[in-house]
């Protein structure tokens, strides 16, 4: 792992980091970068204006590792309002959520009993609700949740993340469910005994579970969605789709707002099925700080902002 990745996801985790930059007036400017701004409005704004161009969305609200059981339910009523709202606006829009936002560190059943609601919820507007994969401790219970949900509701994803040894074999038993699946590459500070070190095996790794999906997606056993920017990639499974006879509409590009906007244009002009990540709220520090470690010329951006004042 780069050095500028390893400190900067170290800062993700930092409370005292969190409170002391999300202050900052010039921090706060940069994260418009990657967010239409904190509020559900914002989010529903921008799911509109990329509506124009073909490309549907998934909102999320930001936010994890909430501990406290109430704070969970308001978290899980405000998704419901976000459902009704975005549905209210004739949008095409799935929402996406983080296990530990709807309490999973307070128990399993409280993070079971919330998702239930929201998978009931997003059923009655034909919506999907995306379960995305955090850090590795949390991995097993998210599986454990996806597989209850799943037994319940036809309307719920999950998220896998290619960095993981172990992703191979939990595709594998996911596919017996009919599921449908993001795959990332990941996000998260691993140590090496769970996770690829190096980039060329992530991607690697992306590439022989990007095969698998695309001959579920083209038996019609899973819905697939591979969440990317990377370009080459994204060529390469469009490749590999069209020569096994996987039509373009049996699987979908997923990206994050602000990120390969382009791409993202281009693919939805020429016929793909492209889904943006809209994320709003106020709790955006670990999120944002993710997005840098992504790419640390990002930091670059955020030095320019302070320098305008
Ligand atoms: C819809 C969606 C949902 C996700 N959900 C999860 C999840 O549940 N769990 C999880 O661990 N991770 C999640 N991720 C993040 C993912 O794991 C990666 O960290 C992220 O997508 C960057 O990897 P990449 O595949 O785009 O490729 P990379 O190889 O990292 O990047 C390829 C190219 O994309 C561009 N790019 C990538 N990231 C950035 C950035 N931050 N800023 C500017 N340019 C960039 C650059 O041009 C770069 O060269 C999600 C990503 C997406 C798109």
């Given at each position: 792992m780069g050095l500028a990745r390893a400190v900067l996801l170290k800062g993700s985790e930092s409370r005292w980091l969190a409170d002391q930059l999300s202050r900052r007036r010039f921090i706060r400017r940069a994260t418009t970068r990657f967010m239409p701004g904190e509020s559900m409005e914002d989010a529903l704004g921008a799911a509109r204006s990329l509506g124009e161009s073909g490309i549907t969305s998934i909102l999320t609200l930001l936010g994890e590792n909430v501990d406290d059981a109430e704070a969970t339910e308001g978290v899980t009523g405000e998704y419901l309002t976000l459902l009704g709202r975005a549905a209210d606006s004739g949008l095409d829009a799935d929402i996406s959520v983080k296990p530990t936002h709807l309490g999973l560190d307070l128990g399993f059943d409280v993070a079971a009993r919330n998702l239930r609601a929201l998978a009931a919820g997003a059923a009655g507007r034909g919506r999907t609700v995306v379960v995305d994969m955090e850090s590795t401790p949390y991995c097993d219970p998210t599986l454990d949740l996806y597989q209850v949900l799943r037994a319940e509701y036809a309307n719920v994803g999950i998220c896998l993340q290619s960095?993981?040894?172990r992703s191979r074999a939990d595709l594998e038993d996911l596919l017996t469910l009919a599921p449908i699946i993001r795959l990332v590459k990941g996000a998260y500070k691993e140590p090496a005994d769970l996770a690829y070190p190096r980039k060329a095996d992530v991607d690697a790794s992306f590439l022989r579970l990007s095969q698998t999906l695309l001959e579920a997606a083209r038996d019609g056993t899973a819905g697939v969605a591979f969440g990317t920017h990377d370009t080459d990639m994204i060529a390469e499974i469009n490749r590999r789709a069209a020569e096994m006879g996987c039509?373009?509409?049996s699987y979908e590009f997923q990206m994050l707002y602000g990120i390969q906007r382009e791409l993202q244009m281009r693919l939805a002009a020429s016929g793909y099925r492209m889904r943006v990540l809209i994320s709003y709220g106020a709790y955006w520090f670990p999120w944002y700080m993710r997005r840098l470690a992504e790419r640390p010329a990002n930091v670059g951006f955020v030095l320019r902002n302070m320098l305008r004042g």
């Open positions: 960095y993981l040894y039509p373009r509409e």
